[in-house]
């Protein structure tokens, strides 16, 4: 099935339904206008009275400030909003989203997120922004979850950006976990790094007050199930940045248009 952003992607056996708009798109867009694009066109699946879960990030942000405006405008009634991070749970609250938690709403009717990679089953990297643990919960309560990225996220595997696949570790021996991580995938030559901060090169802690262990692959790690089981196996792991078989939408905005990928 011919998309268009066929290149990007391999033959997969997933199926999916596939449909493109916004053809008016500007020719020559920036990467955060991309993002903006693909964020508006996650929020017209937002419906009143709906429970929404807020991603964390660049893109989802934008998706955060168009609830927030269609919510003043007097469009959306009755939005609760489940927020991924502290930084999201902040925002929300300055666009006047009324907020609450899993123990109140256990069912999400929709999340929006972005995602760091997107492979041709819709499986995705997640947690380059350090909100793993919290995002899966929510996102994994929930019963449709919208992914918005621009084409740079599409990859024809998990791990083929070369970018970092976050493992979020509790801090107690971390080399030591770090170390078990680059032996679980030394045939796909990994390299695991403690994430350290932008801003003072501290080692970056976590909402959860836990560390993150970036795991760099020059090749497939294969069978992402396995791959999964494998890691949460490991003594000393919370969770890692793998979502496989999450997303139910993926929109994609690239300077041709917006391109709508749908799980079936």
Known sequence: MSTTYAPHFIPSKTVLSTSSSF???????????????????AVEFVESGMVIGLGTGSTAKHAVDRIGDLIQQGVLTNIVGIPTSIKTYEHALNVNITLSDLETHPVVDLAIDGADEVDPDLNLVKGRGGALLRE?????????????????????????????????????????????????????????????????????????????????????????????????????????????????????????????KNKC
């Not at 053809?23 to 066109?41: R, V």
């Open 23 to 41: 053809s008016s798109t500007p020719l020559i867009m920036s990467q955060d206008e991309l993002k903006k694009t693909a964020a508006y066109k």
């Open 136 to 260: 899966k919960m929510i996102e994994f309560a929930s019963k449709k979850f919208v992914v918005i990225v621009d084409e740079s996220k599409l990859v024809d595997y998990i791990g083929a950006s070369g970018l970092a696949f976050p493992v979020e570790v509790v801090p107690f021996c971390w080399k030591f976990t770090a170390h078990r991580l680059e032996l679980l995938f030394e045939e796909a030559d990994c390299v695991a790094k403690i994430r350290t901060s932008v801003e003072t090169g501290e080692v970056f802690v976590t909402d959860n007050g836990n560390y993150t262990i970036d795991l760099y692959f020059k090749k497939s790690i294969g069978d992402l199930k396995v791959a999964s089981d494998a890691i949460l196996r490991l003594p000393g792991v919370v969770e890692h940045g793998l979502f496989v078989n999450m997303a139910t939408t993926v929109i994609v905005a690239g300077e041709d248009g917006v391109t709508v």
